[in-house]
Nanobody, 122 residues
Framework: QVQLVESGGGLVQAGGSLNLSCAAATGVSEIKPMGWYRQAPGKQRELVARIFNNGTITRADSVKGRFTISRDSAKNAVYLQMTDLKPTDTGVYYC????????????????WGQGMQVTVAS
């Protein structure tokens, strides 16, 4: 059962831009997309950016000034705008979501999307 619907990955030239989207599947109200991670070949999965319930945003140092994360509460979706992409940004990007009960987060980061390939060609 698909809980998170991701879109926007693909192939782009260095210096280009991509926009990633992740929304909870229709009818899924207890999963709240909040962040993005990525995994490059041969490396561990790492945080790219995440929004916390108090509005705080954390980003990897390598993407500061280039990537912007945002949320749309009405759509229960999280977005990642990526600009000035570099070959080192290549990897599989995963949406990460919190588990809610009664509208309250009970387990941050409980769910993962299936992942999308982002390839930045030099």
């Amino acid at each position: 059962q698909v809980q998170l619907v991701e879109s926007g990955g693909g192939l782009v030239q260095a210096g280009g831009s991509l926009n990633l989207s992740c929304a909870a599947a229709t009818g899924v109200s207890e999963i709240k997309p909040m962040g993005w991670y990525r995994q490059a070949p041969g490396k561990q999965r790492e945080l790219v950016a995440r929004i916390f319930n108090n509005g705080t945003i954390t980003r990897a140092d390598s993407v500061k000034g280039r990537f912007t994360i945002s949320r749309d509460s009405a759509k229960n979706a999280v977005y990642l705008q990526m600009t000035d992409l570099k070959p080192t940004d290549t990897g599989v990007y995963y949406c990460n979501a919190d588990l809610l009960r009664g509208g309250v987060t009970i387990l941050p980061g409980a769910y993962w999307g299936q992942g999308m390939q982002v390839t930045v060609a030099s």
